[in-house]
Antibody, heavy 117, light 107 residues
C-alpha cells in the first residue's frame, strides 16, 4: 500500500524557517517524481514544487522561489521541503504528492504550517 | 503560466442528479488534465487523468471529456458520498495549476 506521511509542520514566526519531511513507503520511491502542494485555510490547492526522481530537475512556484528548497533522499525514501523567510501567506496545509506522470495519484495526509507572530 | 477557469464555484444538486463541471484553459494543453475530489479535512483524491481516463477504483458514474482548452467532469447520478469539492489540474507545463474548485452541495 502506498503511504506518504508528512511531518515537521507547526507554528513559526514571520521570517522564520521550517523543514518539512515526507516518508514514503509501499512503492519504489526512487522511480517517481514528487511534489509539494499546499492549501491555505478555506482556499483551493496550490502547487508549490516538483523534483524529478533523480533530483536532476526541480521547479518552484513563483510565490516560493528563492525561499523554499525541495530535496529528496532516495536511500531514505524521503522527500523534504526547506522553507525559509516564511510569510503569513505561507500558512497552509502542505501535502506531499506522488507524480504518476499523469497527474498526482497519491497524496499524504498533510501537515499544517502556521506563520504568525 | 496557464490560467484555468473552473465553473461553477458552487453547485447545488440533489441525489440522483446529473451534474457537470467545466474547466477552461488559457491555452491548449492537449489532454494533460486531471480531476480530483476533496472532502473536508481530507487530502484530494485522483478521479480522472488524461482528461477522460478513470482512475482505478473510481465509480463509473464519473466521466471526463474534452481536449485543448475546454474540459468537463460529469457525475451521471449523484450519490450522497459525492458531495465534495472538485478541482481540475493541468500538468501540461510547469507551473502546474489548479482550478479554483467547485463545491457540490446538497440542494
Amino acid at each position: 500500500e502506498v503511504q506518504l506521511v508528512e511531518s515537521g509542520g507547526g507554528l513559526v514566526q514571520p521570517g522564520g524557517s521550517l523543514r518539512l519531511s515526507c516518508a514514503a513507503s509501499g512503492f519504489t520511491f526512487s522511480s517517481y517524481s514528487m511534489n509539494w502542494v499546499r492549501q491555505a485555510p478555506g482556499k483551493g490547492l496550490e502547487w508549490v514544487s516538483y523534483i524529478s526522481s533523480s533530483s536532476s530537475t526541480i521547479y518552484y512556484a513563483d510565490s516560493v522561489k528563492g525561499r523554499f528548497t525541495i530535496s529528496r533522499d532516495n536511500a531514505k525514501n524521503s522527500l523534504y521541503l526547506q522553507m525559509n523567510s516564511l510569510r503569513d501567506e505561507d500558512t497552509a496545509v502542505y501535502y506531499c504528492a506522488r507524480d504518476s506522470g499523469m497527474g498526482i495519484d497519491y497524496w499524504g495526509q498533510g501537515t499544517l504550517v502556521t506563520v504568525s507572530s | 503560466v496557464i490560467w484555468m477557469t473552473q465553473s461553477p464555484s458552487l453547485l447545488s444538486a440533489s441525489t440522483g442528479d446529473r451534474v457537470t463541471i467545466s474547466c477552461r484553459m488559457s491555452q491548449g494543453i492537449s489532454s494533460y488534465l486531471a480531476w480530483y475530489q476533496q472532502k473536508p479535512g481530507k487530502a484530494p483524491e485522483l478521479l480522472i487523468y488524461a482528461a477522460s481516463t478513470l482512475q482505478s477504483g473510481v465509480p463509473s458514474r464519473f466521466s471526463g471529456s474534452g481536449s485543448g482548452t475546454d474540459f468537463t467532469l460529469t457525475i451521471s447520478c449523484l450519490q450522497s458520498e459525492d458531495f465534495a469539492t472538485y478541482y481540475c489540474q493541468q500538468y501540461y507545463s510547469f507551473p502546474w495549476t489548479f482550478g479554483q474548485g467547485t463545491k457540490v452541495e446538497i440542494k
